[in-house]
């Protein structure tokens, strides 16, 4: 298990820190995922074989950008 912190750009909401969850529990392996649009961060824990670029692509698939 991995857990990262990953910077994320345009969540203004409660509603835009659901987006971004729910659209990374659609990923087999994702464990844990906690938004926050305030520290524009999202926390999420994964088992081993999730890519960081699956990651990435589900947030930007959702609608917002992530900081490298």
């Given at each position: 298990m991995e857990r990262k912190t990953i910077s994320v750009t345009g969540m203004s909401c409660n509603?835009?820190?659901?987006?971004?969850e729910t659209a990374l529990r659609t990923l087999d392996g994702v464990s844990r995922v906690?938004?926050?649009h305030e520290a524009d961060t999202?926390?999420?824990?994964?088992?081993d074989g999730v890519s960081n670029d699956d990651v990435n692509a589900a947030i930007e698939q959702a609608g917002y950008d992530v900081e490298a």
């Amino acid at each position: 298990m991995e857990r990262k912190t990953i910077s994320v750009t345009g969540m203004s909401c409660n509603g835009c820190e659901q987006n971004v969850e729910t659209a990374l529990r659609t990923l087999d392996g994702v464990s844990r995922v906690e938004a926050d649009h305030e520290a524009d961060t999202v926390d999420v824990v994964l088992e081993d074989g999730v890519s960081n670029d699956d990651v990435n692509a589900a947030i930007e698939q959702a609608g917002y950008d992530v900081e490298a």
